[in-house]
């Protein structure tokens, strides 16, 4: 039986609370969020949008089905640090490779087991994100506080550049099915479209190309000349971590984009989404604990329709964006659980954006038609 090791997790705020290490030993620190989901852990690890974060998982037993190559949504993960109930470390799946403790050791990513998940999902609930540390091995609490208090927030924080490609490539390959692997797209492609990293995630890229897209992935401080060289049909704007208002240069890109091609069709995901909105003139805030999980309700607001949608971001286009007489996009979906908006679209061109990950990764299929909505769009140009 292998010999545990004491950790500690300390809150800013002063909360000291004690488990147990299961990855790789040392610290770390970063902006303390909690998870809704009840599985999905490999998807969420390797998310790049969660660097900065320190993730709490409010399902209380995780590991439990291990970690396998194909269910990974980057080449590493990027999470940087991982909160859990409890660990199980033999893990029972017959597309199992590796276990959980094994894969964050491996990797550098530190881990804590046994901490009470739901008085730290009520804390962050009751008094919003906050910075943390998780440390391993015995230490004095009040100096673990007081670490916690000196590491960086994640306001003002452009972390894009922590997570794009460092060379733009191209993509062009099919989702994941159950016995038969990653599938062929369609040949040949129908469209091409330019994408910007700002963390992008593998399954977006697959959902794009299940749909006849020939990707140009371009870096998070790509100008507009690049982004239109390959005279795409149609400009994609990723996910990512971080402040979107710590990113100018992106979405003054997005602005000379739009300019340069008035009828290029736009789709903006999570932090592209946000990014998209300061392009169009607005400003962001910070949501107080963000939107975590696979489970939120999100309505359309034309047909009234519910999705449960897959999220990650911590900021947010305000609404009153939108009561503005100049405001050139309207919102189109709205979340059920606080009222924030998760969508938009312009009043008179082609762009369109969602809060929400369409492509689920973890999560339910409900948003994929948005998707085909893209496609539409680059028809109809």
């Known amino acids: 039986m292998k010999q545990r090791q004491r950790a500690f997790l300390a809150l800013v705020d002063g909360t000291v609370l004690p488990g147990w290490s299961f990855g790789a030993a040392g610290e770390t620190a970063g902006e303390v969020v909690f998870h809704t989901g009840m599985t999905g852990y490999q998807e969420i690890l390797t998310d790049p949008s969660y660097r900065g974060q320190i993730v709490n998982m409010c399902y209380p037993q995780i590991g439990n089905t291990g970690v396998n190559l194909e269910d990974a949504e980057s080449g590493r993960v990027w999470v940087n640090g991982f909160i859990v109930k409890e660990y ?15 894969y964050l050791r491996g990797q550098g990513v530190v881990g804590i087991e046994g901490v009470d998940t739901r008085f730290l999902t009520r804390r962050l609930r009751d008094r919003g994100s906050m910075t943390g540390l998780i440390a391993v091995g015995e230490h004095e609490p009040s100096e673990l506080v007081r670490r916690a208090q000196a590491a960086p927030g994640i306001v003002g924080r452009d972390l894009t550049r922590e997570v794009t490609c460092a060379q733009g490539y191209e993509f062009y390959e099919g989702t994941w099915k159950l016995g038969s692997g990653l599938q062929p797209p369609p040949r040949p492609p ?140 309207a919102m189109t979906h709205i979340n059920l659980n606080d009222k924030t908006c998760e969508g938009m679209r312009h009043k008179t061109r082609p762009i369109f954006s969602v809060q929400y990950h369409p492509e689920a990764s973890p999560g339910p299929h409900d948003s994929s038609p948005l998707f085909g909505r893209f496609i539409d769009l680059m028809e109809e140009s």
């Open 88 to 102: 199980m470390d033999f893990p029972s799946n017959f597309r199992s490779r590796q276990s959980l403790g094994d």
């Open 190 to 329: 129908r469209f091409r479209v330019a994408a910007m990293d700002f963390g992008i995630k593998q399954n977006i890229l697959r959902n794009l190309s299940d749909h006849g897209c020939q990707v140009t992935v371009v870096p998070a401080g790509a100008d507009a000349d690049r982004i239109l060289a390959s005279e795409p049909d149609g400009f994609f704007l990723s996910n990512g971590p971080g402040d979107p208002e710590a990113v100018p240069h992106a979405f003054a890109a997005i602005r000379e984009v739009m300019e340069k091609r008035p009828d290029l069709p736009v789709f903006g995901i999570c932090l592209g989404h946000q990014l998209l909105g300061l392009a169009l003139g607005a400003k962001t805030i910070k949501l107080k604990f963000g939107h975590h999980g696979a489970n939120h309700p999100v309505m359309d607001l034309a047909t009234r329709e519910v999705a449960i949608t897959s999220q990650n971001h911590n900021f947010a286009v305000p609404p009153e964006f939108f009561d503005r007489p100049d405001c050139p996009v």
